[in-house]
């Protein structure tokens, strides 16, 4: 987090203002870019925004297992648990994204297949569990990007402050989505992959300074 000179002063923001930059990068440049540009990388199916929310989600669950058996002696018992929680919910959003690998190998399950709204195998789009999908991530987004810090700061497995915006934005976006209707109709378009990169990243952010905090202390307890 760094200092920001305007003209008006400085300002000290307590949170990384990365996803305010992502997205003015986004919707102030690259969405104007000719050739579709906009939509090959950021709206059609397999896009390379997918995949990398797909590579943040899958290396937080690779060092969420290191972290386990990093200090598994000196760490309580509620905090093992909120890590292995934080493991298994890595790891089922990240298959989730590829679809359990149907969409590298394309080979599924027809019998999930026939009860899925995108014809894959996936549980997040099996016909009426979608239509609390976005709930999820409204509820998601607050709990790591605020109530996580906010009521149970000692809690490792939860994000600190300073990520509350690769959170929030994804829980005021589909919030806006979804309710928006009930006084102005459908006011914007439904970029959902644009937003959901931010939890992505903002949990792999936070894996991987818990990691160098473990390794860190790991190092200091050997020198010692």
């Keep these: 987090m760094r200092q920001i000179v305007t003209p008006w002063g400085e300002i000290r923001p307590s949170v990384l203002i990365f996803p305010v930059y992502y997205l003015l990068i ?19 199916e397999d896009s390379l925004i997918e995949w990398l929310q797909f590579l943040g989600y899958f290396f937080s669950f690779l060092i969420c297992i290191v972290i386990l ?8 018992l509620k905090q093992t648990i909120c890590w292995i929680l934080l493991t298994l919910f890595c790891f089922y959003v990240a298959g989730e994204e590829i ?12 019998s999930v297949r026939g ?3 995108q014809g894959e195998t996936n549980l997040h789009n099996l016909k009426g569990f979608n239509n609390y999908l976005h709930f999820s991530f409204i509820f998601t987004g607050i709990l790591f990007g605020w109530a996580g810090w906010k009521f149970w700061p000692n809690i490792e497995a939860l994000p600190n402050k300073k990520y509350t915006l690769f959170f929030l934005l994804v829980s005021a ?27 992505s990243s ?23």
């Design 173 to 199: 976006f589909y919030f806006y989505f979804d309710f928006s209707w009930i006084t102005l109709g459908k006011r914007i378009p439904n970029h959902q992959e644009i937003f959901e990169f931010l939890m």
């Design 69 to 76: 058996f990093s200090k598994k002696r000196d760490r309580s």
């Design 26 to 44: 986004i919707y102030g440049l690259i969405y104007f870019l000719p050739f579709n540009i906009f939509r090959y990388f950021f709206q059609k």
């Design 99 to 110: 679809s359990w690998a149907e969409r590298l190998t394309s080979i599924g399950l027809d």
């Design 202 to 224: 903002g949990l792999f952010l936070h894996c991987f300074e818990s990691l160098k905090i473990e390794l860190s202390k790991k190092r200091l307890k050997f020198n010692n």
């Design 115 to 117: 009860i899925n709204v």
